[in-house]
């Protein structure tokens, strides 16, 4: 499996970017497709999920309502569209794909340790 992000930038703040991750090496039929993030000095952190399975999708607390995680409907490609972004987003944004994990709207965490495969990451900075 080969994850690949793009459209990381700098914008600033309340601006929006999309990220999109590139899937290759796999059907992705019944896969959990995560969104994480990592600034200096931090632990990673899981953003979104989707389901391949069924559409399900899971944010965390901080970008409910501001960020949206979806798929391509012909591609193996997967998007973060981010929005009313703000200074404590600035990260970079990694995707991460496991046909063993499962994303459900009860999760209380995401654990990067349940994804095998791992894009390069794209660095997201938002300005002040």
């Known amino acids: 499996v080969q994850l690949v992000e793009s459209g990381g930038g700098l914008v600033q703040a309340g601006g929006s970017l999309r990220l999109s991750c590139a899937a290759s090496?796999?059907?992705?039929?019944?896969?959990?497709i995560a969104w994480f993030r990592q600034a200096p000095g931090k632990e990673r952190e899981g953003v979104s999920c989707?389901?391949?399975?069924?559409?399900?999708?899971w944010q965390t607390d901080s970008v409910k309502g501001r960020f949206t995680v979806s798929k391509h409907n012909e591609e193996n490609t997967f998007y973060l569209e981010m929005s009313n972004l703000k200074p404590e987003d600035t990260a970079v944004y990694y995707c991460?794909?496991?046909?063993?994990?499962?994303?459900?709207?009860?999760?209380?965490?995401?654990?990067?340790?349940?994804?095998?495969?791992w894009g390069q990451g794209t660095q997201v900075t938002v300005s002040s």
């Open positions: 989707i389901s391949t399975t069924d559409g399900t999708s």
């Open positions: 090496g796999s059907t992705f039929d019944d896969y959990a």
């Open positions: 991460a794909a496991d046909p063993m994990t499962r994303c459900l709207r009860s999760l209380e965490v995401m654990l990067p340790r349940l994804y095998r495969s």
